[in-house]
């Protein structure tokens, strides 16, 4: 007797978000399976992958990543390299210094980046603030005006600040948005609500319902996702139906198991490849859980998920 | 058909003799009818009750040991696809392949990695033995897998080399996986005389499906499946849809736990052994194989275990105690958060960036974050002075700078009443702001 398969496959699908211009444009979401559930029916676009590139320059302490850069000394320069490496569909501009609490670089100055990046590569882009919801309502704003006609996707809006970048950032420029919610799969409907009612249609909001290192309560991620792609799928609910883009480089990057130096833990080893592998995990158990795409920063890490990716679609 | 919990308690004794582990026969019947415990639990249960309940009431993916002692391990009795409909029970076990020649090699490696994280042991729990085609060569290896005291797969299809290595770890209950459609009778009956665990696999699901069907018919129902290692994208599928087939559609022929070789799938390539046991750590792997297991690997892979496996229903939490960062000693300031283990994660981390030696004091607060602690009373004036009086605070360290979080600034005037001669700072709200104000703090 062969084993019956009952493939779970939804009447509801995922949205699709659009980022780029042109042949290098990349699309995410639009599967009516579980994530990366592809035996049970084909999955219209396999997840991307960002490349993360930060505004204050590559962390020259991590030997593999500063060759992967060696010559590139100027975060235009930077962001030139990132493109070429292999596996990136997109580059995410980390604005970091923006930050009031830290190096406070002044709007224009950062706006003029992304200007001078956006003209220097053609593949698509994404623009991360300063995670400072004032000054990101202004900033932006600002970069979706400069980056008319890019087509790119800002990250990100939240509950404080979403009607600036709505209505700057989409309904003026015609940009693509991410929305931001802490781990909670009502936060994330609420915020989404809020920005259908400022007129942005689902096509151009990206959901970052968050994110953790993995051994960091990325039990809360996990089922965060479990649940909002159970219920846009099964419930066909289309306020919860956008694609997810989690940017993972972040967080796995900054906790312990990725920073204290082989000094102080002689057993662990080398520090760099501690990251890369903090790095992958997160990665891949992100994927598992339902991200159409993750922002990833090294170039292993990068090479390592796209053929994890190419694997199992 | 589902039973309702009260169908069955009135087939139980009802004497509420405890001996099947839960208080009441009342309660035993309820977990009964939620799958989460098997019937024959119960040892009064009659003859004729077990054929009314049996079929009924078996938990839809079977709960199976092995191993001995310190080592003995538990797979599957899970009772739903996602950790926030009720809570996994077995968590995934990480596995390292050895062979007669790499013996030596691979111990050294994973022999490092042993700690212990928010109470928990992590480590490779399991050696994958592989048979390389000479009996008495494997029957040596078995022999010394069974001196490092971890649990034991068999991972060979021969059974004169499995009979050989039986002979010499059969008292450490390995798992023998090696069952396929050409060897079902030998296989069996081997598993069958020493009383071990049989792995079985198929060249695809349907031929799998039928040797499972054959097994259980001979009356085998101890057995693991082994997902293949055709492709990674087979191997995801097998895992998902086995799995899926148990628990959704109560198809018991496939409620058995899993067994993934991700060192075979991305053979030499550590990397992507990484990603790949993260995903079956996420969906469905109750066994992941690996190469081995280096340090780089086994961070990430042993949180992200711990944290897909909490129960949803309890907060995780760290001991409490004195945790001492960046070397600091008796003289070093202390700093005082809450027990709920993100909370520690988040502000430890903060802190150790800071570079400032602390004695960073745990108390027992429930589980709970800062607010919610404070709000549920666990985490108070009195609730500190408490621990400090238990801890021996004031002989263990002479410093008398106490930081409390920001969020319950509220609590420092009666702090200062509850821990006289002791200064209280407090922090900001939030962590991130910890590496600046503890930077600059003057004590």
Sequence with gaps: ?313 | MALKGLDIFKLTPKKNCKECGSPTCMAFAMKVAQGGVALDACPYMSDEAKATLGEATAPPMKAITFGTGDAECKLGGETVLFRHEKTFVSKSLYATTVCSDCFDERMEEIRKVDYERIGERMHVEILNLVYGGDPAAYAALAEKAVATGKAIILECSCAEGAKAALEKCKDAKPILNGCNAGNVEEMNALATEYGVVLGVTGANLDELYDTVAALEAKGNKNLVLDVGTASVKDAFANAVQIRRAALKDKDRTFGYPSIVNVGKLAAGDRSMQTALAALFTMKYGSIIVMEGMSYAQALPLFGLRQNIFTDPQKPMKVEPGIYTLNGADENAICCTTVDFALTYFVVSGEMERSGVPINLLISDAGGYSVLTAWAAGKLSAGSIAKFFKEFDIENKIKSRTLVIPGKVAVLKGEMEEKLPGWKIVVAPNEAVGLVKFLKELKV
């Design chain 1, 1 to 313: 007797m062969p084993f019956k398969r009952m493939p779970q496959t939804f009447t509801a699908s995922i949205g699709t978000v659009t980022i780029g211009t042109g042949e290098k444009a990349v699309t995410m979401g639009g599967e009516n399976v579980l994530p990366l559930y592809s035996f049970d029916a084909p999955i219209a676009n396999r997840p991307l992958i960002g490349v993360e590139v930060s505004d204050l320059g590559v962390d020259n302490t991590l030997p593999e990543l500063a060759a992967f850069y060696a010559g590139a000394d100027t975060v235009v320069e930077q962001a030139k390299r990132a493109a070429t490496m292999p596996g990136a569909d997109f580059l995410a501009i980390r604005l970091e210094s923006a930050d009031p609490n830290g190096a406070n670089t002044p709007v224009e100055e950062s706006v003029a980046l992304c200007k001078a990046i956006a003209d220097a590569v053609d593949c698509p882009l994404v623009i991360e603030g300063s995670k400072n919801a004032e000054k990101d309502s202004t900033l932006l704003a600002k970069v979706a005006e400069a980056l008319q006609g890019k087509n790119v996707l800002l990250m990100s809006a939240k509950e404080e600040n979403y009607k600036s970048i709505c209505a700057a950032a989409v309904l003026a420029y015609g940009q693509k948005m991410g929305a931001e919610s802490a781990v909670d799969i009502n936060l994330a409907k609420q915020l989404n609500v809020l920005i259908d009612k400022m007129g942005v249609k689902g096509e151009n909001v990206a959901m970052n319902v968050g994110s953790a290192a993995a051994g960091y309560g990325f039990e809360y991620v996990a089922s965060t996702m479990d649940r909002v792609k159970a219920a846009a799928l099964g419930q066909n609910d289309n306020m919860l139906q956008m694609p997810i883009i989690t940017p993972v480089s972040s967080e796995a990057w900054s906790v312990k198991e990725a920073i204290v130096s082989e000094e102080d833990e002689p057993e662990w080893g080398p520090t760099e490849a501690r990251g890369v592998e903090m790095e992958i995990a997160t990665a891949a158990a992100c994927l598992a859980g339902g991200s159409n795409a993750v922002i990833l920063k090294h170039p292993k890490s990068v090479a390592t998920i796209a053929a994890f990716i190419s694997a199992i679609i």
